[in-house]
């Protein structure tokens, strides 16, 4: 069983809708990260997160710790939110840290 | 602000060669970690770098190794290099505070194939 687990793996929805994305961690973590891959690679951190919720604009991120559980939602999705949203954690004590990832997950928004 | 620079931006080598990847990080910015990302899967923890030494290490043999420079800039550095060390190679750079690093920023990674 992967360390931390995203669901779904694929999400397609029409414009306008409200998305949510899930993550699961089975270990100690001091943060919990939500990036942005888009295809050509590159990774944009949306959120660093390790209690209560945080939003920017049209992104709202959410943690519980005691239910090591995460959400990513998205308000009124456009079809440039189109991209892979990953869940990573951050493990390790201090400032010796790695991260570890989950697999992503393939929103594709459709207009 | 440049944000995390990644040189290059892609890079073809042959089985068995030696490859240097390079990282700037953000300014501000004193830690660097390297990570691993073939097609399809999250990226993998390969290293991190602050005041110069290797501080945390994933599971990769010691093909891979790297360096950080006094102005905090890091390379990657892979030998003897494999078809299966084809992928997404991604740096992310922080700033190590008392109660821990600031949020990571990453680069636009080196796209690394092996033929």
């Known amino acids: 069983k992967n360390e931390v687990e995203q669901s779904p793996q694929n999400l397609t929805a029409q414009e306008g809708e409200f998305i949510t994305i899930n993550c699961s961690y089975s270990?100690?973590?001091?943060?919990l990260h939500w990036l942005q891959q888009h295809p050509g690679g590159g990774i944009v951190s949306l959120f660093m997160l390790s209690s209560g919720k945080k939003k920017h604009g049209r992104l709202i991120a959410t943690i519980n710790i005691q239910e090591k559980h995460s959400s990513l939602h998205i308000t009124a999705s456009h079809p440039r939110d189109s991209a892979v949203y990953i869940c990573?954690?951050?493990?390790?004590?201090?400032?010796?840290?790695?991260?570890?990832w989950g697999a992503g997950t393939k929103l594709i928004i459709k207009p | 602000d440049a944000g995390v620079t990644q040189s290059p931006t892609h890079l073809i080598k042959t089985r068995g060669q030696q490859v240097t990847l390079r990282c700037s990080p953000k300014?501000?910015?004193?830690?660097v970690s390297w990570y691993q990302q073939a097609l399809g899967q999250g990226p993998q923890f390969i290293f991190q770098?602050?005041?110069?030494?290797?501080?945390q290490r994933g599971n990769f043999p010691d093909r891979f190794s790297g360096h950080q420079f006094p102005n905090y800039s890091s390379e990657l550095n892979v030998n003897a290099l494999l078809l299966g060390d084809s992928a997404l190679y991604l740096c992310?750079?922080?700033?190590?505070?008392?109660?821990?690093?600031?949020?990571?920023?990453f680069g636009q990674g080196t796209r690394l194939t092996v033929v």
């Open positions: 992310a750079s922080s700033a190590r505070r008392d109660k821990g690093n600031t949020e990571a920023f």
């Open positions: 770098y602050y005041e110069e030494e290797e501080r």
């Open positions: 270990v100690g973590i001091s943060a």
């Open positions: 300014s501000g910015h004193d830690t």
């Open positions: 990573a954690v951050r493990s390790g004590g201090g400032s010796n840290y790695q991260l570890i």
